[in-house]
């Protein structure tokens, strides 16, 4: 599976929008990108995902480039509720996720 | 939707001890079951992929006979750690999918504390 490069920490206030970006040059054309967050000391919680188009849904937006060498995740609004850490995913379907170090998103009120 | 109950959540029990982690999808059917282990401030590692009905395929560094797992259902995977020692205290989480090109849906974690 190809692998993702995210900064390891960002900064947020509450209420604006939080935009995470993800690297992954190496994405092969059956692998989709696959985002999941981990709030401290529980599993991770499946935020979206995308092979090629842009997806919405009533957590988040995600925005893949055109060459889908990078996508960006959005969270609209966002709230202290969303300080976690943020995975980006490359895989093939739902197998085998290999779980970088992710990037530590701490909204400040 | 997709919900994935893992229980206990929180097990400490004394070296030597066996214990066995239960995973379960609760609204859909999981033709394919993770394991995942975290040591504290890293990232999760895949354990193993079980897929119901059949053996469990292990990541190179995971001794089978050490951590046993059994798919008997398409709702149920139990992970056992078999004579627990201290260094095998970690957090231990499962998921499910219900297959190809489907996310994963990770239950809650089970922190396990071998004294």
């Known amino acids: 599976d190809a692998k993702t490069t995210q900064p390891p920490s960002m900064d947020c206030a509450e209420g604006r929008a939080a935009n995470l970006p993800c690297n992954h040059s190496?994405?092969?054309?059956?692998?989709?990108v696959y985002w999941y967050r981990q709030i401290h000391s529980q599993g991770p919680q499946y935020i979206i995902h995308g092979l090629k188009n842009n997806e919405t849904n009533e957590m988040a937006s995600l925005i893949i480039t055109e060459d889908r060498k990078s996508s960006t995740l959005i969270l609209p609004h966002a709230t202290l509720r969303d300080t976690a850490v943020y995975y980006c995913i490359v895989s093939r379907g739902a197998q085998k996720l290999v779980f970088g170090q992710g990037t530590r998103l701490t909204i400040n009120p | 939707g997709a919900v994935v109950s893992q229980h206990p959540s929180r097990v400490i029990c004394k070296s030597g001890t066996s214990v066995k982690i239960e995973c379960r999808s609760l609204d859909f059917q999981a033709t394919t079951m993770f394991w995942y282990r975290q040591f504290p401030k890293q990232s999760l590692m895949l354990m193993a992929t079980?897929?119901?009905?059949?053996?469990?395929?292990?990541e190179q560094g995971v001794e089978k006979d050490k951590f046993l797992i059994n798919h008997a259902s398409l709702t149920l995977s139990t992970l056992t750690v078999t004579s627990a020692h201290p260094e095998d205290s970690s957090f231990y989480i499962c998921?499910?999918?219900?297959?190809?090109?489907?996310?994963?849906?990770f239950g809650d974690g089970t922190r396990l504390s071998i004294l």
């Open positions: 190496t994405i092969s054309g059956n692998e989709y």
């Open positions: 998921s499910a999918t219900r297959g190809d090109n489907q996310p994963q849906h």
């Open positions: 079980s897929n119901e009905g059949s053996k469990a395929t292990y």
